[in-house]
């Protein structure tokens, strides 16, 4: 438990938030209420071992925050607890309500015990692979989403391992589960469509015979695309993107666009995922928050999106 004030309200609570989240408890010594509330949100702090933390701030000596975050709720009364996470406060209850539903206002938004595992797992799989031991790797991550199965960010590091190992069968395996989201995971997504230039390089024509056809006609698309998803299977991404910048310059929509979605594909497995401690400002956020963080820029990706750009519009 941490009490909040104005000099550790940006490190304490909105930065903290970006990495588990944080129960901000509003309380004031003269609130009896409060007093009734604070011992069993202390309780399930430590009940909970790590899945959120138990921050707590008094009206009296900090009415900045405590009066911001009354008017961004419509909240007159304490005690009043708002849930912060990913640098935002994203819900929040007004009373000293019963044990059984402060549980089930953390639940809905702090991580399951599962969870917490497998992203420790997929933590240490990634210290392992840049120590190159993919193999422990492996090992780790598919624990992770044996544990997880609802971890869509250990599932996509596993199957992009398993890729670059030449795991065909076990990445299927993998990716088809979350094939069919209703809501796909752009990640995913273009790890599924590696996965199948992947497979389909396994059958598809020497790379001097597609070269042949190309060179008999330019416009030989099929040709163009298979040799691309070689490409691409062979992570020689920036040349495939090539090949497919020469179907879109002469048919942008050619076989229901699927040059421009693997293009799109390539640049979403070029990009590295946003690190755990980035979150984007929303709207409504409170004016005390500071800048969230800015990734770097990569020029080849850059520079490959105008291309794309330039082609399409």
């Known amino acids: 438990m941490i009490d ?25 010594p003269w609130c009896g209420p409060c007093r009734q509330l604070g011992p069993a949100l202390e309780k399930l702090e430590t009940e909970y071992a790590g899945r959120f933390v138990l921050a707590k701030l008094n009206s ?47 639940d809905k938004h702090v991580p399951s015990e599962a969870a917490m595992e497998a992203a420790a797992d997929a933590d240490e799989a990634q210290a392992l692979v840049q120590e190159g031991d993919a193999d422990a790797a492996l090992a780790k991550l598919a624990e992770a989403v044996a544990i997880d199965p609802a971890n869509n960010a250990a599932r996509a590091d596993y199957l992009k391992l398993l890729l670059q190992s030449g795991h065909l069968a076990e990445a299927r395996r993998t990716y088809d589960p979350v094939a069919a989201q209703v809501l796909p995971d752009a990640r995913l997504s273009a790890l599924g469509t590696w996965l199948t230039a992947c497979e389909r390089a396994a059958v598809a024509p020497p790379l001097a015979q597609l070269d042949a056809a190309i060179a008999a006609n330019r ?39 699927s040059a421009r979605k693997t293009y799109v594909a390539i640049l979403e497995l070029m990009t590295k995922p946003a690190p755990k401690a980035e979150a984007a400002q929303a709207k409504g956020a409170l004016e005390l928050t500071g800048k969230a963080a800015v990734q770097p820029a990569d020029p080849v990706i850059d520079q490959y999106r105008r291309k794309l750009s330039m082609v399409l519009f």
């Open 4 to 28: 909040i004030t104005l000099q550790n309200f940006e490190t304490e609570l909105i930065q903290a938030s970006l990495q588990q989240p944080v129960l901000l408890d509003i309380w004031a």
């Open 60 to 106: 009296d000596e900090v009415p900045e925050i405590a009066g911001q975050l009354s008017q961004m709720f419509g909240v007159r009364s304490i005690p009043f607890c708002v849930m912060f996470a990913q640098g935002q406060p994203v819900d929040g209850f007004v009373g000293a309500i019963p044990e059984a539903q402060i549980r089930e206002f953390l």
């Open 219 to 257: 416009r030989d698309f099929a040709a163009r695309y298979e040799r691309a998803l070689l490409l691409m299977a062979r992570q020689g991404f920036t040349a495939a993107m090539d090949e497919l910048l020469e179907i879109l310059m002469r048919d942008k929509a050619w076989a229901d666009e």
